[in-house]
């Protein structure tokens, strides 16, 4: 069983979702913009959804625009309050300077910040806001900068530390500013209390598929008397807000997730949601000595730890956790390919070390404590494995494993190991994929000897006996974890030792 714990990436589509999605496809197919029958059921289908997110949020005037995700959520707001400041800019009236945005910001915040400046020619100045060592906005320094500001933007919860904001205290330091308020919703919907009324925030984006939704959905609330000009025009949807036929299977899909916070009787109880982050440290505890958590747990979603490890970098973990079928990444999914060290670890001014090493677990509303004790189970065997491999003296995977000579002195190309496996003596080739895996893709082909890495320790006694001339070729599906076990058994003394380049993932 795959045990998912990357949440904030994204989720699965909750069943009742996919089967609103799917009645909608089939039985409220029409065109919302019709005035027959069909049309009506569609449009009846969308206004319910929009009433649910309204009881939701608790906001009883301002939109609730759907759109395709956050991201459109995000561009549309800043759009808005960019025109607005080019608009009283040509009317020859004093405008703003800045914008201040927090420096731990989802990177769709600067990027839509950077292209509408630029767009409209605004050449207002972009200040990150710095954030503490805790990960929370310094309000100091946003109440000296905020008279300049014509947008302040400061996400609810962060997307890699699960860090909370403190609205409250930035909305005091807002007080009557002229400054607009963005808030980022994505990754505190349904986690922690938004009080929309109770505030001034004058734009909210959701994302459909942080919680249980499909990709390609979403909403931005927007506050009564903000600004608002549409990013796309055309049919007049959403009251000539958002133009486009209504992604109607998405909105359906999307209700029945905001159906299930209202209710509250489909998620797990905040309780629960702490006494599974309880479960998950006690784990990671014990199987990782000398872990450091990058984010205080108090002020942090209950459903997001990030932490580092000495001694091991982020991909070394990942290649770890992956092995025993826990799916966890090294921070934002939107950077996972960049080799980088998160943005939003650098702002808090951790260790480079703690920022190159780092590891987001995150799990969801709907995770059952069956599925979080079987995680805490594998991440003991995932710290057993650990504790052997470095006994043995396995290379660490860091991140320079794809580095030209690394790569060159490990891997072997599917056409040389093709070549390899038609010569005497025949290779020893090893797969150390999980059984799951092997069973989503067979390649009867090698011949392979299975071995899972966890397992890799006993193993390379054995295969150290071997004559020097065998060649042994590891295989997993990337080529990561496969580099990790022919580097741990040159270091035993095995040169002949390779590793299938690029994984099976490109063997055919
Ligand atoms: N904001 C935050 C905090 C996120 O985590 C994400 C997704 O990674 C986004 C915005 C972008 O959301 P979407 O994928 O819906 O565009």
Same mark, same amino acid.
């Given at each position: 069983?795959?045990?998912?714990?990357?949440?904030?990436?994204?989720?699965?589509?909750?069943?009742?979702?996919?089967?609103?999605?799917?009645?909608?496809?089939?039985?409220?197919?029409?065109?919302?913009?019709?005035?027959?029958?069909?049309?009506?059921?569609?449009?009846?289908?969308?206004?319910?959804?929009?009433?649910?997110?309204?009881?939701?949020?608790?906001?009883?005037?301002?939109?609730?625009?759907?759109?395709?995700?956050?991201?459109?959520?995000?561009?549309?707001?800043?759009?808005?309050?960019?025109?607005?400041?080019?608009?009283?800019?040509?009317?020859?009236?004093?405008?703003?300077?800045?914008?201040?945005?927090?420096?731990?910001?989802?990177?769709?915040?600067?990027?839509?910040?950077?292209?509408?400046?630029?767009?409209?020619?605004?050449?207002?100045?972009?200040?990150?806001?710095?954030?503490?060592?805790?990960?929370?906005?310094?309000?100091?320094?946003?109440?000296?900068?905020?008279?300049?500001?014509?947008?302040?933007?400061?996400?609810?919860?962060?997307?890699?530390?699960?860090?909370?904001?403190? %609205?409250? *205290?930035?909305?005091?330091?807002?007080?009557?500013? /002229?400054?607009?308020?963005? $808030?980022? &919703?994505?990754? #505190? !919907? +349904?986690?922690?209390?938004?009080?929309?009324?109770?505030?001034?925030?004058?734009?909210?984006?959701?994302?459909?598929?942080?919680?249980?939704?499909?990709?390609?959905?979403?909403?931005?609330?927007?506050?009564?008397?903000?600004?608002?000009?549409?990013? %796309?025009? *055309?049919?007049?949807?959403?009251?000539?807000?958002? /133009?486009?036929?209504?992604? $109607?299977? &998405?909105?359906? #899909? !999307? +209700?029945?997730?905001?159906?299930?916070?209202?209710?509250?009787?489909?998620?797990?109880?905040?309780?629960?949601?702490?006494?599974?982050?309880?479960?998950?440290?006690?784990?990671?505890?014990?199987?990782?000595?000398?872990?450091?958590?990058?984010?205080?747990?108090? *002020?942090?979603?209950?459903?997001?730890?990030?932490?580092?490890?000495?001694?091991?970098?982020?991909?070394?973990?990942?290649?770890?956790?992956?092995?025993?079928?826990?799916?966890?990444?090294?921070?934002?999914?939107?950077?996972?390919?960049?080799?980088?060290?998160?943005?939003?670890?650098?702002?808090?001014?951790?260790?480079?070390?703690?920022?190159?090493?780092?590891?987001?677990?995150?799990? *969801?509303?709907?995770?059952?404590?069956?599925?979080?004790?079987?995680?805490?189970?594998?991440?003991?065997?995932?710290?057993?494995?650990?504790?052997?491999?470095?006994?043995?003296?396995?290379?660490?995977?860091?991140?320079?494993?794809?580095?030209?000579?690394?790569?060159?002195?490990?891997?072997?190309?599917?056409?040389?190991?093709?070549?390899?496996?038609?010569?005497?003596?025949?290779?020893?080739?090893?797969?150390?994929?999980?059984?799951?895996?092997?069973?989503?893709?067979?390649?009867?082909?090698?011949?392979?000897?299975?071995?899972?890495?966890?397992?890799?320790?006993?193993?390379?006694?054995?295969?150290?006996?071997?004559?020097?001339?065998?060649?042994?070729?590891?295989?997993?599906?990337?080529?990561?974890?496969?580099?990790?076990?022919?580097?741990?058994?040159?270091?035993?003394?095995?040169?002949?030792?390779?590793?299938?380049?690029?994984?099976?993932?490109?063997?055919?």
């Amino acid at each position: 069983m795959e045990i998912y714990l990357d949440a904030n990436a994204t989720t699965p589509v909750l069943p009742q979702a996919q089967a609103a999605a799917l009645f909608a496809m089939a039985s409220a197919f029409g065109n919302p913009s019709s005035t027959h029958g069909a049309g009506l059921k569609a449009r009846a289908l969308i206004e319910a959804v929009r009433s649910t997110a309204r009881r939701l949020l608790g906001v009883s005037d301002g939109r609730v625009v759907f759109t395709s995700g956050a991201t459109e959520g995000i561009h549309s707001a800043v759009l808005s309050v960019l025109h607005e400041v080019r608009v009283r800019r040509d009317a020859g009236e004093p405008i703003p300077h800045t914008v201040l945005y927090g420096a731990t910001e989802h990177k769709a915040v600067p990027e839509a910040l950077r292209h509408w400046n630029l767009l409209f020619g605004l050449g207002l100045r972009l200040l990150p806001i710095p954030v503490g060592r805790n990960g929370k906005h310094d309000l100091g320094w946003l109440a000296d900068h905020v008279s300049e500001a014509a947008l302040v933007c400061t996400m609810a919860a962060n997307n890699e530390t699960g860090v909370v904001s403190d %609205l409250d *205290g930035i909305a005091k330091v807002l007080g009557r500013s /002229g400054a607009r308020w963005l $808030v980022d &919703g994505v990754q #505190a !919907l +349904g986690k922690i209390e938004l009080q929309l009324s109770e505030r001034r925030i004058d734009y909210m984006p959701f994302s459909g598929h942080k919680l249980y939704g499909p990709k390609g959905v979403g909403m931005l609330y927007v506050s009564e008397g903000a600004p608002f000009t549409p990013l %796309l025009t *055309g049919g007049g949807q959403e009251e000539a807000q958002r /133009g486009g036929t209504e992604n $109607v299977p &998405g909105i359906a #899909a !999307l +209700g029945v997730v905001l159906d299930a916070l209202e209710s509250g009787d489909v998620f797990m109880s905040r309780s629960i949601l702490h006494q599974h982050r309880e479960r998950l440290i006690g784990a990671l505890r014990g199987a990782f000595p000398g872990i450091v958590f990058n984010a205080p747990f108090d *002020g942090c979603l209950p459903t997001t730890l990030n932490f580092s490890m000495p001694g091991a970098t982020s991909n070394e973990l990942i290649n770890l956790f992956d092995a025993v079928g826990i799916r966890v990444s090294s921070g934002s999914a939107c950077s996972a390919a960049l080799a980088e060290p998160s943005h939003v670890l650098r702002a808090m001014a951790l260790p480079t070390w703690q920022a190159e090493s780092a590891v987001r677990l995150s799990f *969801g509303l709907a995770d059952s404590t069956v599925m979080i004790e079987e995680a805490c189970k594998r991440l003991d065997a995932c710290g057993r494995a650990l504790k052997a491999m470095k006994g043995v003296g396995t290379a660490r995977v860091t991140n320079q494993l794809s580095a030209p000579e690394t790569e060159q002195s490990l891997e072997m190309s599917s056409y040389a190991v093709r070549d390899a496996l038609h010569r005497k003596p025949p290779p020893l080739v090893v797969d150390v994929r999980e059984d799951a895996e092997r069973k989503q893709q067979s390649v009867a082909e090698l011949d392979a000897e299975t071995v899972p890495l966890w397992a890799l320790p006993q193993a390379l006694s054995r295969w150290c006996t071997l004559p020097a001339e065998t060649t042994v070729i590891f295989v997993c599906q990337t080529g990561r974890r496969s580099a990790l076990a022919a580097q741990a058994l040159r270091r035993q003394g095995h040169a002949n030792a390779w590793s299938l380049a690029g994984g099976l993932t490109g063997w055919s």
